[in-house]
């Protein structure tokens, strides 16, 4: 899940539209305060922060996070006004990941988000992925069926990423909500079986192979030739 913390509404709709359109769940703020009560209840995997919002600005923030031991690791992504060298170069200061300076291209921006996820995250032991000729590329954040490319979302990748590391592993609807949406807060159950619906559908036959364990959760299918 990206955030996009913006008090101008028809910025704010531009970025959520581009970053849905490039495969990102999202979620949209118009003020600070709301997005950082947000945070009590739900961990983004990123998030893009105004510098100039009402009530609690994007420095002030970013800099409660960076004191949490609970949000430090999240990545932020400035959004400066151009003039406003102070902010950007304070909010790096303080540990901003990356910065973009208004006007910006929404091309630059899901870039710039692509490549702080990227560096955000874990170097993978596994770069591949594979299951039949289901190949999963965890670098990349590509998934290709028969040679064929699958546009899958955030959250949908990220389930098929686990499935695919531990395939024959059955994962509870507890684990794949702390997994997958990074959060021990066990949310409505229709949202993941409705990931896992369309994650099914998507794969067309592969997805067959994701098993529901009844009463527990879901599993790949172990006996799957690799």
């Known amino acids: ?23 990102f769940e999202t979620k949209g703020f118009e003020e600070g305060i709301s997005a950082w009560e947000a945070l009590k209840s739900e961990k983004p995997e990123l998030i893009v922060l105004d510098v100039m919002l009402p009530g609690m600005d994007g ?12 949000y430090h690791n999240i990545p ?3 959004a400066t006004a151009k003039g406003q060298e102070y902010d950007r170069i304070r909010g790096l200061d303080l540990g901003a990941d990356d910065y973009m300076v208004k006007p910006f291209s929404i091309m630059e921006m899901v870039s710039r988000v692509k490549a702080v996820l990227r560096r955000s995250k874990p170097q993978q032991a596994i770069k591949l992925l594979k299951a039949g000729g289901l190949i999963v590329n965890t670098e990349e954040h590509t998934v290709a069926a028969d040679g064929k490319r699958i546009q899958l979302t955030f959250k949908e990748f990220e389930l098929l990423r686990m499935f695919l590391s531990h395939p024959g592993m059955v994962y ?21 079986d409705s990931h896992i ?9 592969y997805g067959k192979r994701i098993e529901t364990v009844r009463n527990v959760g879901y599993r790949w299918e172990a006996d799957y030739d690799k």
């Open 76 to 78: 932020v992504i400035l």
């Open 59 to 70: 420095i002030e923030i970013l800099t409660k996070m960076k004191e949490s031991a609970e």
């Open 1 to 23: 899940m990206i955030w996009c913390v913006e008090d101008d509404s028809s910025i704010r709709d531009i970025e959520l539209y581009a970053l849905n359109s490039a495969g």
């Open 172 to 192: 509870t609807r507890e684990q794949m909500f702390s997994q997958v949406w990074k959060t021990d807060y066990m949310g409505d159950s229709r949202t993941l």
């Open 197 to 205: 619906r369309t994650l099914r559908q998507k794969l067309d036959d």
